[in-house]
Antibody, heavy 121, light 107 residues
Framework: EVQLLESGGGLVQPGGSLRLSCVASGFTFSNYAMTWVRQAPGKGLEWVST????????YYTDSVKGRFTISRDNSKNTVFLQMNSLRDEDTAVYYC??????????????WGQGTLVTVSS | EVVLTQSPATLSLSPGERATLSCRAS??????LAWYQQRPGQAPRLLIY???NRATGIPARFSGSGSGTDFTLTISSLDPEDFAVYYC?????????FGQGTRLEIK
């Protein structure tokens, strides 16, 4: 059974940093690209970042470029999102999600339960 | 960026009725479109990918159609558990984008 478990969310002041983690199980982690999607309170879904299975290629939405860094440790089946210079508008539930297949492109077939990041003074 | 516009914003129907949800893209995305369901307090769930392929475990009452810029998610006979928010998502162009959602509520 595929499981994704996020952690690391919390309350942080504007300009601060947080590191989110997502531990995966139930599939061969290194074969799959992983992604982060966020959802501001009461709003829709917004794609944030994607990292290929080998970790060689990253993609970011424009609003987080230069502030967020996605990475992975395939030996620990974990994907990370380092978030720096946080802004009020980064407040959201952050979900990690798995790609449907190694060659599927951005189709997200399993999602974690999400971790809430609140940026506020 | 490809903008996805979903309509209607809210759809009020009764169990057993047929639901038709629309997603229109600002430029062609081929068939690289997916649909997700999100129930309150839960993570999104993949329903349909590549416009018309049902994801594993998704009931046959869910079907997708369309290509290019116009797509439809149809639920043939609504079950009480189907009342939720539905999002479309395209992967044809970076960045990946989602529609704003359609809320399906019980009439």
């Amino acid at each position: 059974e595929v499981q994704l478990l996020e952690s690391g969310g919390g309350l942080v002041q504007p300009g601060g940093s947080l590191r989110l983690s997502c531990v995966a199980s139930g599939f061969t982690f290194s074969n799959y690209a992983m992604t982060w999607v966020r959802q501001a309170p009461g709003k829709g879904l917004e794609w944030v970042s994607t990292l290929t299975g080998g970790g060689g290629t990253t993609y970011y939405t424009d609003s987080v470029k230069g502030r967020f860094t996605i990475s992975r440790d395939n030996s620990k089946n974990t994907v990370f999102l380092q978030m720096n210079s946080l802004r009020d508008e980064d407040t959201a539930v952050y979900y990690c999600a798995k790609f449907l297949a190694s060659t599927s492109g951005s189709i997200f077939d399993y999602w974690g339960q999400g971790t809430l990041v609140t940026v506020s003074s | 960026e490809v903008v996805l516009t979903q309509s209607p914003a809210t759809l009020s129907l009764s169990p057993g009725e047929r639901a038709t949800l629309s997603c229109r893209a600002s430029q062609s995305v081929g068939t690289s479109l997916a649909w997700y369901q999100q129930r309150p307090g839960q993570a999104p769930r993949l329903l349909i990918y590549d416009a018309f392929n049902r994801a594993t475990g998704i009931p046959a009452r869910f079907s997708g159609s369309g290509s290019g810029t116009d797509f439809t998610l149809t639920i043939s006979s609504l079950d009480p558990e189907d009342f939720a928010v539905y999002y479309c998502q395209q992967r044809n162009n970076w960045p990946v984008t989602f529609g704003q959602g359609t809320r399906l509520e019980i009439k």
